[in-house]
């Protein structure tokens, strides 16, 4: 249940509880969420097999990029995708309005950093399975807190954490193993 750090805080509170001293065998109502959200984990993600030999498949190269325009109070994200199997490229892009965003991520300044992050879980949320199930995946970011939260998968942003755990859960179900990668935004393919 670790793979991609799934499961880390569940297993933080765990050990937590475990070692506190004087310990009562009650379990609160997070804890209780926390052993249940664990047994859904063993049941739903794929025993992960570690390659002793090198795979014939190339990685996917990956770049995902974000905006957010104050002046119109709208936000964009998109992403690039190189299959260098079968020599071809994938991109998305959507535009969301001030009441999408709102909805998604609440009252905000600035809505750049859960963009970024909603930009790389997109990838796998929108590429067929085909393409990425039991992939390497290099996957480039050019907003440095967006990539702090998906190499930790966490954050302590609400909805920053639960995009980067969606990403960490979609992953081990692919079971694709994504190395997370900076690039600044003038090199990044797929910059707003």
Same mark, same amino acid.
């Given at each position: ?18 070692? %506190? ?17 664990? *047994? ?53 892009? *959507? ?12 009252? %905000? ?15 796998? %949320? ?57 690039? %600044? ?8």
């Amino acid at each position: 249940a670790m793979f991609g750090k799934i499961g880390r805080a569940s297993l933080i509170l765990i050990r937590q509880r475990a070692t %506190r001293p004087g310990s009562v065998h009650s379990l609160s109502d997070q804890l209780r969420d926390d052993l249940i959200f664990l *047994r859904h984990l063993v049941k739903v993600v794929p025993d992960f097999t570690a390659p002793v030999r090198s795979s014939a498949r190339k990685p996917l190269l990956v770049w995902s990029d974000a905006m957010y325009a104050q002046s119109s109070r709208t936000g964009g994200l998109g992403f690039v995708v190189w299959c260098p199997q079968e020599r071809r490229f994938w991109h998305a892009h *959507r535009i969301l309005d001030y009441p999408e965003l709102h909805r998604l991520f609440g009252e %905000r300044k600035n809505y750049i950093g859960p963009l970024e992050t909603l930009a790389a879980v997109a990838v796998l %949320r929108s590429m067929p399975s085909r393409v990425t199930r039991g992939r390497m995946i290099l996957h480039s970011v050019d907003n440095q807190g967006a990539l702090s939260n998906l190499i930790s998968c966490s954050s302590r942003d609400m909805s920053a954490a639960w995009l980067v755990h969606d990403y960490a859960l979609t992953s081990a179900t692919l079971g694709a193993g994504v190395w997370f990668e900076y690039v %600044r935004s003038a090199a990044n393919i797929s910059d707003y």
